[in-house]
């Protein structure tokens, strides 16, 4: 039987993650969001209904993480859909600006429900993993000036930005190129993108209280794999590979 080209591969995987995203937008409700942390008392946030989650909890900080992670991951698929023609990488660019949006609205919109601030001051992003031994977390942070390895072995960049964010030279770079070396950057970016995301998903998938959450997090990890799959096939036909 012949195997399947990277082109079908990258089409199913869009469809699945297509129908993922609408799964979990179905499950993820606001309404759910609200019973969920209704039913977790010892959440309760100053600010917040009665039963919400804290502002310091792993509930909240992975709502406002994800929503700025998946910010870039949107800024990033705009950017390469006017640096290139090819409709496979076009059509993955598509998928993931819509998909991580969409998600991005539902994440700050429970912050707005729950009555807790979209941003904090001082707290360090991902703060909220170290709660459930996630590895290295200290780690990532040191590291992130000496141009380490941070979290989950994933590289550090500088600044406070999350693992597998690109840096402000990278995205720089991401709009000046054109053709296939967009095409290929813009795989690399976002495979080290989706391997922080999927990280980070996984965390909150073990910390996280309210249902809803739970379930947006795992469908995450799910699409985002089958992304990261598709991406190492569009890689390898460009006779490229991932950067870590």
């Known amino acids: 039987m012949t ?3 990277p082109g079908r591969r990258v089409r199913r995987a869009v469809g699945s993650v297509a129908a993922l995203a609408l799964l979990c937008a179905g499950a993820a ?3 759910a969001a609200r019973d969920d942390g209704a039913r977790h008392p010892g959440h309760h946030a100053t600010a917040g209904a009665p039963g919400t989650p804290a502002t310091d909890s792993a509930d909240a900080g992975f709502a406002r993480d994800m929503a700025v992670h998946h910010q870039q991951a949107v800024e ?3 950017v390469v859909r006017d640096r290139t023609r090819d409709e496979e990488v076009r059509l993955l660019a598509y998928d993931i600006a819509n998909t991580q949006a969409n998600q991005r609205g539902m ?4 912050l707005d429900l729950w009555e807790l ?3 904090t001051a001082g707290q360090e992003p991902m703060g909220w993993m170290t709660g459930g031994g996630h590895e290295g977390h200290e780690g990532h942070a040191r590291n992130g000036a000496a141009g380490g390895t941070g979290t989950a072995g994933h590289r550090a960049h500088e600044g406070p930005l999350m693992p597998g964010m690109a840096t402000r030279a990278e995205l ?4 000046t190129a054109s053709g296939r070396a967009a095409e290929v950057l813009y795989l690399q970016l976002m495979t080290d993108h989706h391997k922080g995301g999927v990280d980070m998903a996984r965390g909150c998938a073990r910390l996280c209280t309210v249902k809803a959450e739970k379930r947006l997090a795992r469908g995450m990890v799910a699409a985002q794999q089958s992304e990261l799959d598709a991406m190492a096939d569009m890689l390898k036909a460009r006779g490229a590979g991932p950067r870590s």
């Open 3 to 5: 195997a399947p080209r």
């Open 29 to 31: 409700t606001v309404a």
């Open 76 to 78: 990033m698929s705009f």
């Open 107 to 110: 994440l700050l919109g429970w």
């Open 117 to 119: 601030p979209r941003t």
């Open 172 to 175: 720089a770079r991401l709009r």
